[in-house]
């Protein structure tokens, strides 16, 4: 069966530093992955698309790369601020189909310390 | 969130009660989704719709049944409430096309007591 595995559920970074999260997947082979923001009581908020033919993004401090070979995507956040506090999720896209339906993973709680 | 509502926020019932919750959106997209959030399983999606009456089952769909008469709105309802169904539920919108993120509204909590 299909399984996406976020590297660990909390992450605590120090201000300034470069946050990095990881998603790994299996059994899986996505055209696209996703990664969303989520802040406690809130709904998830779409941050970075990566598709299956790029290894990198980039958007302002945000960086995501996508090893097709390994499974895997790395998030990274450069300059860490406290206000980059929140869940991580990533979401895998077959973009096929009648209707286009991501799987998510569980998420990387990230918080950064001043 | 901008496009997406959901109603209501919160809502406590009983066991064995009926219960609707409602997605309504602006934005004139084909897709839309209901995700239920909980802790240790992340979102799971239960239905999705892609146009008017056109709906589908996802990986979590039992006791739940969906409708999308128009496409602005896609009703989610409980039919006999149970305790294993209290969770957040997430309602989403998307583009037809690849490639495009989900917009996602501020969710319903919902406790079944």
């Known amino acids: 069966s299909q399984k996406i595995e976020q590297n660990s559920e909390a992450l605590n970074i120090q201000e300034g530093k470069t946050a990095t999260l990881t998603c790994n997947y299996t059994?899986?082979?996505?055209?696209?992955l996703q990664w969303y923001r989520q802040d406690p009581g809130r709904g998830p908020v779409f941050l970075l698309l990566?598709?299956?033919?790029?290894k990198e993004k980039r958007k302002e401090r945000l960086k995501v790369t996508f090893d097709t070979t390994l499974k895997q995507s790395l998030f990274h956040i450069t300059a860490s601020q406290p206000a980059d506090s929140a869940t991580y999720l990533c979401?895998?896209?077959?973009?096929?189909?009648?209707?286009?339906?991501?799987?998510f993973g569980s998420g990387t709680q990230l918080t950064v310390l001043p | 969130d901008a496009g997406i509502t959901q109603s209501p926020r919160h809502k406590v019932t009983e066991t064995g009660t009926p219960v609707t919750l409602r997605c309504h959106q602006t934005e004139n997209h084909r897709y839309m989704y209901w995700y239920r959030q909980d802790p240790g399983h992340g979102l799971r999606l239960i239905h999705y719709s892609y146009g008017v009456k056109d709906t589908d089952k996802g990986e979590v769909s039992d006791g739940y049944s969906v409708s999308r008469s128009k496409t602005e709105d896609f009703l989610l309802t409980l039919e006999s409430a149970t305790s294993s169904q209290t969770s957040v539920y997430f309602c989403?919108?998307?583009?037809?096309?690849?490639?495009?993120?989900?917009?996602f509204g501020s969710g319903t909590r919902l406790t079944v007591v």
């Open positions: 059994n899986y082979s996505p055209a696209y």
């Open positions: 989403a919108i998307s583009e037809a096309m690849a490639g495009y993120g989900y917009t």
């Open positions: 990566i598709r299956e033919n790029e």
């Open positions: 979401a895998l896209d077959p973009a096929s189909g009648s209707a286009r339906q991501l799987t």
